[in-house]
């Protein structure tokens, strides 16, 4: 198989970059960004969501969760964290795909860069994220990539399980709004297991450390897999979590996060994500043994 590259218009925003290996594909906008605003099967429902109230808007002075894939970088702090991706951004073509660039125009001076290429012959995607610090002065800061996925599906997280003897193996971040008997979360031996439901506005969000780098979501039979590296040996953001994942009515965010850096002036810092997508897998029940069966088929 090859990779195709042509220019669509999707959603109400004009010159996007559609890339296709045949198997799946990526949309990429250009007059706003950097964003890969869809993700799925070829010819198939999009694996991400899209808010239906900011679609194909563009150039506006205020902050908007268009949905799709981002880069921001945290801790999480306004209005630092919130610069606009409003306006048009530059790309290149490489192999197998696109990068995206969004050159700083704002107090925060970090420029943003995702560069996303698909395996010629298997529904994967690489997707690598850089941050440069293009002001005057050393920024501390984490890659963050989130990606905001469709309603209605079911996501699996793995909690840590080292032997640490008489201390503490794992932590368990939350915040304000997260209520913890909130019906859309189930807290498994192994497994964290979050449900995305359409009908709930009210917020929740956890973060932990994911040691193993992967988390899974199972919708429209499905399933979806975002990897990533873990190291056990950095400090992360947020009580040094690598992972967090958030819910409201319109969608699910995966969140990975690279560790905490110190960029000076003219220093970058990459995070790199692995998408794998497989079809016809039944979403699993709330079991654990019906989960752990299906995660160690799609899951090395």
Known sequence: MSVSLKKVSYSGWNDCIEVSNGLVDFIATTEIGPRIIRFGFDGQVNEFSINDEDAGKK????????????????????????????FPISYVEVENGVKLIQEPKDFAYIQKEIEITLDPNKPVAKVKHTLTNKGAWA???????????A??????????????????NRALVLW???????HRIHFGDKYIIFQQDPNRKEPFKFGIQNEKGWAAYFNHDHLFIKKFKHDENAVY???NASYETYTTDWMMEMES??????????????????WLLYDNVKRP????????????????
């Open 257 to 274: 996060l690279g560790p905490m850096v110190k960029l000076n002036p003219g220093d970058s810092t990459v995070h790199t994500e692995e």
């Open 139 to 149: 920024v501390e800061l984490s890659p963050w990539a989130i990606s905001v996925m």
């Open 59 to 86: 150039g506006e002075n205020i902050w908007r969760n268009y949905g799709g894939h981002r880069l921001w970088h945290s801790p999480e702090a306004m209005p630092r964290t919130y610069t606009l991706d409003n």
């Open 237 to 239: 953001p947020d009580y």
């Open 285 to 300: 029940s709330m079991d654990e043994n019906e989960i752990e069966e299906l995660i160690s088929k799609y899951v090395k």
């Open 176 to 182: 304000p709004y997260s209520k913890m008997n909130d």
């Open 151 to 168: 309603t209605g599906g079911l996501q699996v997280v793995e909690q840590a399980n080292k032997d640490t003897g008489l201390l503490p």
